[in-house]
């Protein structure tokens, strides 16, 4: 159920949403659109991030996933990649003050900076035992995270594989599947997120650019969500 004060337009989302993920796309074209260096679209974009990060909260969903750097954004100019890094480290200095948050960074960090590897792995150390969780895919591949779960699988001498053998070896063992993937900025497509949680999940694709996915564009893929019927191979 979907509780709604009219006229404060206040939402609160119930068990059945409990878990959101986000594509974050479109920075480069509204800088673009700007006439502005792409790095300052990813600046405004992570300004959209944490104001979406808070209300998510405010609105009852317990777990947010968001695509901050998939493996083949290497592929990107190095400037840009400096610039997308620069704004990671100084999130994370203000997350290190966020004491209601519990930190999850899902892909591979042994290529990343020591200093900010290190910064994370704190964050995540010290932020565990909090409620609400915000999982930050970084340097993250769902192909390259399938791969890894098999070689660990592999590495312990298992030779016949469960499904829950499967997810518990995931970046995201410990958050439920998401049961809606927002992607913004027009594209149609997984890019390789969430490869084997997105089985049952709820797809929304809206025009808006990631810079300009607010608050209101947020409660209207809630209320998309809502109207929706999850059968699960069920009738
Ligand atoms: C998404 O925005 C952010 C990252 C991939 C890091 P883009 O940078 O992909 O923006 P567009 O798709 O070029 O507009
Ligand atoms: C997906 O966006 C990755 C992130 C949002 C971090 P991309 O902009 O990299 O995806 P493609 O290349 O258009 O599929
Ligand atoms: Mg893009």
């Known amino acids: 159920m979907l509780f709604k004060n009219k006229k404060k337009e206040e939402l609160r ?8 993920a986000f594509i974050m796309d479109g920075n480069g074209r509204w800088a ?8 300052m679209g990813h600046r405004q974009g992570a300004i959209a991030f944490e104001k979406i990060v808070r209300e998510c909260s405010k609105i009852g969903i317990k777990t947010v996933t968001v695509y901050a750097f998939s493996t083949e954004n290497w592929k990107r100019p190095k ?24 930190y999850v ?15 994370m792995e704190k964050l995540e150390r010290e932020s565990v035992d909090r409620e609400y969780t915000l999982n930050i895919a970084f340097n993250y591949g769902g192909r390259a995270e399938l791969v890894t779960a098999f070689n660990e699988l592999a590495s312990l001498g298992k030779t016949s ?6 997810s518990e070896h995931l970046y995201t ?27 049952y999940s709820e797809f929304y694709f809206t025009d808006v650019l990631w810079p300009d996915f607010d ?8 209320k998309s969500f809502y109207k929706r019927k999850r059968n699960f191979g069920g009738i």
């Open 13 to 20: 989302v119930d068990e059945s949403l409990s878990h959101i």
């Open 32 to 39: 673009k659109a700007r006439a502005l260096p792409r790095r």
């Open 79 to 102: 400037e840009e990649i400096d610039a997308i890094m620069e704004l990671l480290s100084n999130y994370i200095d203000r997350a290190e003050d966020e004491k209601g948050t519990r």
């Open 105 to 119: 960074f899902l892909g591979d960090k042994s290529v990343l900076n020591e200093d900010l590897r290190i910064r």
């Open 161 to 166: 594989i469960t499904e829950n053998d499967i």
């Open 173 to 199: 063992r410990d958050s439920k599947d998401p049961d809606l993937i927002v992607r913004t900025a027009n594209e149609c497509r997984i890019s390789n997120f969430l490869l084997w949680q997105c089985a």
């Open 215 to 222: 608050e209101r564009e947020l409660h209207k893929a809630v």
